[in-house]
């Protein structure tokens, strides 16, 4: 490579190392994988908001001073957010567990549209032989 002036340079070669793959299958197909993996994907980020409740929960529990409101006595309001901060607590811990069960990632997705296109060939191919 050669700068010719400082405006061009001349290129003595061009090397490319791109691969592309094309994943061919039909809307319905993609449609049904995607739906099929879309709950495993959302309970894999569920902890996210159940960490959020509780620890709601718990500031309120350590800020505030409960007092009588509506009938209620303030250690009636302080045992509700008692229980509803143990609730969420439970709440977080299957969160993580069905976060590490239902691990799922974006190119766990493309793997399985990929392996669903890889039957679809094959079903293909045999088809073509049957001819």
């Known amino acids: 490579m050669a700068i010719l002036n ?3 340079i001349e290129i003595d ?6 691969k592309t793959n094309l994943i ?11 739906l099929k993996h879309f ?8 902890w996210l908001a159940a960490l959020s409740f509780s620890l709601t929960i718990l500031l ?11 009938g209620i006595p303030g250690d009636g309001w302080q045992m509700l957010f008692l229980l509803t901060f143990i609730v969420s607590i439970v709440y977080l811990v299957i969160s993580i567990v069905n976060c ?5 990632t974006v190119d766990t997705i ?6 669903q296109s ?3 060939n094959r079903i293909n191919i045999s088809d073509d032989n049957k001819d």
């Open 6 to 8: 400082d405006k061009t």
């Open 13 to 18: 070669a061009v090397i490319s190392i791109t």
């Open 24 to 34: 061919k299958i039909t809307e319905d197909k993609l449609e049904l994988t995607l």
């Open 39 to 46: 709950n495993r994907l959302k309970k894999s980020k569920e």
């Open 60 to 70: 309120v529990l350590l800020t505030s001073d409960f007092q009588e409101k509506w």
């Open 100 to 104: 590490i069960k239902h691990n799922i």
């Open 110 to 115: 493309i793997v399985a549209i990929k392996a």
């Open 118 to 120: 890889e039957d679809n």
